[in-house]
């Protein structure tokens, strides 16, 4: 433990330091979750549901042609040209639009005319309003597929609660709005998740990619499964393709007390203040959304016992959510014995920060909040590449967490080979924009892969 850090500190975070033996405790207990998830008949009381994505074939390298995609990601949303020239050449125009936030929380109607009208002007620009073309459409929300084209929200997360879109097709909800704005062709939307685009995308020029994987807002994991084990896909036994993307929603998993053992008194305030308490659990020990408010629980509870921070009150960090996961990434980015990231931060939140103790208290606090992150996630993939029971594979990754915290790929990668069967072979690779490439390629090997 780090001498400049006060014990009281060491005390306050210790349960978010995971030891091996309750890492394997994880996988254990997540392996019988997804199991459960892809069983018919104990699937509908699983909290890893396990969704069928009816994304049967993987890019071969071979797809061609133009596709929209559409971007749904939570808190950003974009519209994408992808035109698919050669598995070397792909060529990408996009727009992110600035999403009122307003939309989150007010009628679904809204949202969907919303993403009609942004996908409406974004084709005026290209001069694509009067050509045809499929649209690839990147939903990340928990959804049951039921064919590609066919999607019903079970829950919104991330901060969103639109009326009457829940139990809901999201595809028809879009087909409606562009239909109400009647200037566009498009011939067909295909639904997939963002970790399904994450694979895909990596998959494009990496066959041996058998995992997507996001970390960022939320997390969530897909892996290709054999078919036969879909038991929810109703042609499991006779498909004549060995292959289902299963879309694991594994945010959920511990929504059934069985991650308790993992989770500490700053999680279970956070919980509380979510729209959705007591759902979510996993993605809550995880991602970017929350990551930032459990350190600042920390930090409050150390300034109330006068143990950091003494007389450098800041009025910022008393308020919710003010410490963002991003200052995490900062801070655990100066050099050991350094602070500037850190004083920088202490200052944007209105603090002096002058003593050397509570910038290295501060750091300890991020560190073990990241680090737990990070451990569960390699829990997650490990049980994964368990499930597939195979020696060598890739895993596709994309999320702000993933890509701007400093140690966050050496953690996972370091984690997962403490557990991993010796001789595995594994590579993390970042996912070239999985929710637009790779909306467009699930769009384009759908339409390659269409009766003729």
């Not at 694979?199 to 960022?216: E, K, T």
Request: net charge neutral; hydrophobic share 40%.
């Amino acid at each position: 433990m780090p001498s400049l850090v006060n014990s009281e500190v060491e005390l306050a975070v210790k349960g978010f330091l995971i030891d091996q033996e309750k890492m394997v405790e994880v996988v254990e207990r997540m392996g019988k979750e997804l199991k459960m998830g892809l069983a018919k008949d104990t699937h509908p009381r699983a909290v890893i549901k396990c969704f069928v994505s009816y994304v049967q074939d993987l890019p071969t390298g071979k797809e061609r042609g133009k596709f929209l995609a559409l971007d749904l990601g939570g808190t950003n949303f974009r519209v994408l040209i992808v035109n698919l020239v050669s598995s070397s050449d792909v060529q990408i125009i996009s727009k992110s639009y600035n999403f009122p936030p307003a939309l989150m929380t007010g009628p679904g109607k809204a949202l969907f005319d919303f993403l009609a009208e942004s996908l409406e002007e974004f084709c005026k620009e290209q001069g694509l309003e009067d050509t045809p073309l499929s649209l690839g459409f990147t939903f990340s929300f928990p959804c049951q597929q039921q064919g590609l084209s066919k999607a019903i929200l079970v829950t919104w997360t991330k901060g969103f609660s639109c009326e009457g879109v829940v139990g809901k097709n999201v595809v028809s909800l879009l087909q409606e709005a562009i239909d109400r704005r009647g200037n566009l062709k498009i011939t067909n939307i295909v639904v997939i998740n963002d970790t399904v685009g994450t694979l895909m995308s990596c998959a494009y020029n990496h066959p041996n990619c058998r995992i997507g994987l996001i970390v960022g807002t939320g997390s969530n994991a897909c892996y290709v499964e054999k078919t036969v084990n879909a038991e929810c896909f109703e042609g499991y036994q006779t498909s004549p393709k060995p292959s289902m993307v299963i879309n694991c929603e594994w945010g959920a998993f511990g929504d059934n007390g069985v991650l308790e053992f993992v989770r500490t008194s700053y999680d279970r305030v956070v919980d509380k203040i979510t729209p959705n308490p007591g759902k979510q659990t996993f993605e809550k020990c995880i991602s970017g959304m929350y990551m930032g408010e459990l350190v600042r629980l920390v930090v409050i509870e150390m300034i109330s016992k006068n143990l950091m921070f003494v007389g450098d009150n800041s009025e910022k960090l008393q308020q919710r959510w003010s410490f963002k996961t991003s200052y995490i990434s900062d801070i655990e980015s100066d050099a050991p014995g350094e602070y500037r990231h850190c004083s920088r931060v202490l200052h944007d939140l209105g603090m002096m920060g002058t003593q050397e103790t509570d910038k290295e208290a501060l750091r300890f606090i991020c560190e073990a909040v990241s680090s737990r992150s990070a451990k569960l996630c390699a829990c997650g993939l490990v049980t994964l590449i368990n499930k597939m029971n195979i020696n060598e594979v890739i895993i596709g990754i994309d999320g702000s967490v993933y890509r701007y915290h400093p140690k966050y790929h050496e953690l996972l990668q370091f984690h997962m080979k403490k557990l991993l069967k010796p001789g595995l072979k594994f590579e993390l690779v970042v996912s070239e924009d999985g929710s637009g490439r790779g909306a467009a390629l699930v769009a384009a090997t759908a339409a390659q892969n269409k009766p003729k």
